[in-house]
């Protein structure tokens, strides 16, 4: 294997980062953050309200740059947009406008893919999110489950290597929920890519993830790592029920309960 291929797909290398507002005050965001996470792994991050999560994904897509430390993607510092990341946030991405499979075959067209083979993968995508029928549809005629599948088959097209998600599912009802996070693991499973997952629920990080990180309230530190050694494929509505699921669950429910009893 080359030098490259043995990198982390993603490290911060004792990362601080501190907010200077208007006002002149300054707010602490991150403190002495380390991690890494291998090609293909899938990383979740919990923490209290405001710790410093949504942040931490700013700072691997170049957004925002560490005042103190290093993040590094892929063995390089982050400069600029990079193509081998994709993003899942809260908010739809879709174009509004477009049709499903417009939206689809957008990220290949950016990229200089000429419109008909765009629009043949595009299709193949949405047929492998369960849209087949759906290609000629707008989003406003979609359930809010179907536009994430729409933005599920938008990011995957990209084939990235790197995914980032900032509770992408968390404006969905349990059971569609559950279907898109069935979804994402079979989307993931076969892309080999890493994904970094932000998320409120602790059941979901556990069900999800190769590794939960837990961060503590602001300036967020890196609390604890768990292993979630629960074997895949996993099937969100059963794991749930797996005594090791329930261990780790209420292991980190504790953590997160000393977070906000201290502040
Ligand atoms: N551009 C900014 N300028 C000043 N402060 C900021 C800025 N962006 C974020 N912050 C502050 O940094 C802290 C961390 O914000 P962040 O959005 O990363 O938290 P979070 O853990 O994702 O929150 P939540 O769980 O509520 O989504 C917050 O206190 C926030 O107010």
Same mark, same amino acid.
């Given at each position: 294997?080359?030098?490259?291929?043995?990198?982390?797909?993603?490290?911060?290398?004792?990362?601080?980062?501190?907010?200077?507002?208007?006002?002149?005050?300054?707010?602490?965001?991150?403190?002495?953050?380390?991690?890494?996470?291998?090609?293909?792994?899938? /990383? !979740?991050? =919990? %923490?209290?309200?405001?710790? @410093?999560?949504?942040?931490?994904?700013?700072?691997?897509? $170049?957004?925002? +740059?560490?005042?103190?430390?290093?993040?590094?993607?892929?063995?390089?510092?982050?400069?600029?947009?990079?193509?081998?990341?994709?993003?899942?946030?809260?908010?739809?991405?879709?174009?509004?406008?477009?049709?499903?499979?417009?939206?689809?075959?957008?990220?290949?067209?950016?990229?200089?893919?000429?419109?008909?083979?765009?629009?043949?993968?595009?299709?193949?995508? /949405? !047929?492998? =999110? %369960?849209?087949?029928?759906? @290609?000629?549809?707008?989003?406003?005629?979609?359930?809010? $489950?179907?536009? +994430?599948?729409?933005?599920?088959?938008?990011?995957?097209?990209?084939?990235?290597?790197?995914?980032?998600?900032?509770?992408?599912?968390?404006?969905?009802?349990?059971?569609?929920?559950?279907?898109?996070?069935?979804?994402?693991?079979?989307?993931?499973?076969?892309?080999?890519?890493?994904?970094?997952?932000?998320?409120?629920?602790?059941?979901?990080?556990?069900?999800?993830?190769?590794? =939960?990180?837990?961060?503590?309230?602001?300036?967020?530190?890196?609390?604890?790592?768990?292993?979630?050694?629960?074997?895949?494929?996993?099937?969100?509505?059963?794991?749930?029920?797996?005594?090791?699921?329930?261990?780790?669950?209420?292991?980190?429910?504790?953590?997160?309960?000393?977070?906000?009893?201290?502040?």
């Amino acid at each position: 294997m080359s030098e490259v291929a043995n990198k982390p797909a993603i490290e911060f290398d004792d990362v601080s980062l501190r907010f200077i507002s208007q006002d002149g005050n300054a707010t602490v965001a991150l403190r002495n953050f380390s991690m890494a996470a291998a090609k293909g792994e899938f /990383i !979740a991050i =919990v %923490g209290p309200t405001g710790c @410093g999560k949504s942040t931490t994904l700013n700072m691997i897509t $170049g957004l925002l +740059k560490p005042t103190v430390g290093q993040v590094r993607v892929m063995g390089g510092t982050v400069a600029g947009i990079d193509p081998r990341i994709g993003f899942v946030f809260q908010a739809d991405a879709v174009f509004p406008w477009r049709s499903v499979l417009d939206n689809v075959a957008a990220g290949p067209m950016f990229r200089g893919m000429a419109k008909a083979q765009a629009h043949e993968l595009a299709r193949d995508w /949405i !047929a492998r =999110v %369960g849209l087949g029928k759906f @290609g000629q549809h707008y989003p406003h005629q979609l359930s809010g $489950g179907m536009r +994430k599948r729409v933005a599920l088959a938008q990011t995957f097209i990209n084939k990235p290597e790197i995914l980032l998600m900032d509770e992408p599912f968390s404006a969905l009802d349990m059971q569609t929920r559950t279907l898109m996070q069935d979804e994402l693991l079979s989307l993931w499973g076969q892309s080999g890519g890493s994904v970094v997952f932000v998320t409120h629920d602790i059941e979901e990080a556990i069900a999800l993830a190769d590794r =939960v990180f837990v961060l503590s309230a602001r300036p967020a530190r890196l609390k604890q790592v768990y292993q979630i050694d629960l074997p895949r494929p996993r099937v969100m509505a059963e794991v749930r029920y797996d005594p090791r699921f329930i261990e780790l669950s209420k292991q980190i429910w504790n953590d997160l309960r000393d977070e906000a009893v201290l502040h």
